[in-house]
């Protein structure tokens, strides 16, 4: 018994000697590597700095390995015939993008990207803006259109010899860069040598001259114009709600590109253009035929029937005459007539314009006998409950 406990205990030692020596070992071919001269081992507790590997010389070591490696997987792994490894990425040059071939046979399967030729962004109209002098100028002033109208004016003024249609077309290339669907078209209209007028996106009015862009109006469209002189009249309409508004304004020039508005229709309530049209009818700018509908036109007790958008209405018409840097409406009545009144003065004699006027003298306690045939009409309109103020008509149908 105590042989064998003798044994196990020689054993025991035996294998933590052998242990032992081991860890020196390991220890010692650790030292060697970060000090590899024994000058350089630090004694113990020594407060010298502990060296480092050189980084450039470790770097070059780095690099001879790693050609080494390469090399030695080109000749496990020679290329193709077609000079493509097996996943491969050509660089694209100006000339082709890159492609991508998976499985190295030279001939792209489906999921392959295929070279394209040519500059894939060579349609893009940012591209040809960019590149072109014009097409830059006008994204920088892209949404301020009033930098934008400052554009068109020097590009009209340098391109003068074009006739309208073509600058309206190439205007309109431009815009459509910077601008959305629901923009409108540019429209160009030559006025004189050096003068143009142009409607452009919102929807505004300009004056251009010199290449300065003067601003005038808002409008939907432009109906006529007349110059004389330094003085202009401007005829254009908005299209609200459906409905036709013609409008009008004399402008006169201050300075070269800058003209000024005179004269607009403001307050005149006799001035009626709904759904209809105003015309220049005298010598140049001397008179103006305005005509237009009772749409929209009455209020409150004067209002006898509700004229829809679509039902018959009465249809008024005037003379406007220039006095001075002002027009003037010709009538016969005097000045103290009411506004009803000179209405009716502009108003046609349609048998739906008789009736509505009757109705609405008589509900308001005023002579209407000049529109009565008889007293039997008048019995008639009671009878109907016609004079009811508090009542409201749609006419349907005029016959």
């Not at 030692?13 to 030292?31: F, N, Y």
């Not at 970060?34 to 502990?50: G, H, Q, R, W």
């Not at 780095?62 to 050609?67: K, S, V």
């Not at 007790?301 to 009465?314: A, G």
């Amino acid at each position: 018994m105590r042989y064998r406990f003798m044994r196990a205990v020689g054993a025991l030692l035996l294998l933590i000697v052998m242990l032992a020596m081991t860890g020196c070992a390991v220890a010692d071919r650790l030292t060697e590597v970060l000090y590899p001269t024994p000058d350089a081992v630090p004694p113990v507790n020594s407060e010298a700095p502990v060296p480092y590997p050189d980084p450039v010389t470790q770097d070059q070591d780095a690099d001879q390995t790693l050609n080494q490696e390469q090399e030695a997987l080109d000749e496990a792994y020679p290329a193709p015939a077609s000079g493509r490894a097996g996943v491969a990425a050509e660089i694209p040059t100006s000339e082709e993008t890159a492609a991508i071939v998976a499985d190295g046979d030279g001939e792209p399967e489906e999921g392959d990207v295929e070279p394209q030729e040519g500059d894939p962004y060579a349609d893009s109209p940012w591209t040809e803006a960019v590149e072109d002098e014009w097409g830059a100028q006008f994204m920088q002033g892209a949404k301020d259109w009033d930098t934008t109208a400052t554009v068109v004016a020097h590009y009209v003024d340098e391109h003068a010899h074009l006739d309208d249609e073509t600058l309206s077309q190439q205007l309109g290339q431009y815009l459509a860069l910077i601008g959305d669907e629901e923009m409108i078209e540019p429209q160009v209209r030559r006025l004189s040598d050096d003068l143009f007028l142009a409607h452009l996106p919102p929807r505004s009015l300009y004056l251009l001259e010199g290449g300065e862009a003067g601003f005038l109006v808002d409008g939907d469209r432009v109906l006529d114009i007349c110059i004389e002189g330094d003085e202009l009249g401007l005829i254009f309409a908005s299209d609200s709600t459906g409905s036709v508004q013609p409008a009008f304004v004399l402008l006169r020039r201050a300075e070269k590109g800058i003209w000024q508005p005179v004269w607009m229709p403001v307050g005149h309530r006799d001035w009626v253009t709904t759904d209809g049209e105003i015309r220049f009818t005298g010598a140049g700018l001397n008179e103006l035929a305005v005509s237009g509908t009772s749409f929209g036109l009455d209020e409150g007790i004067d209002r006898v029937f509700d004229e829809c958008q679509f039902c018959p209405h009465r249809h008024l018409s005037a003379t406007w005459r220039r006095l001075g840097d002002t027009y003037v409406r010709q009538t016969a009545l005097t000045d103290d007539a009411s506004l009803y009144e000179r209405y009716w003065e502009m108003t046609e004699r349609t048998p739906y314009a008789v009736l509505y006027e009757s109705l609405r003298r008589l509900r308001q306690g005023l002579a209407a006998d000049e529109h009565l045939a008889n007293d039997q009409v008048l019995r008639q309109i009671r009878s109907l409950e016609l004079l009811d103020i508090e009542r409201r008509f749609t006419v349907v149908e005029e016959t």
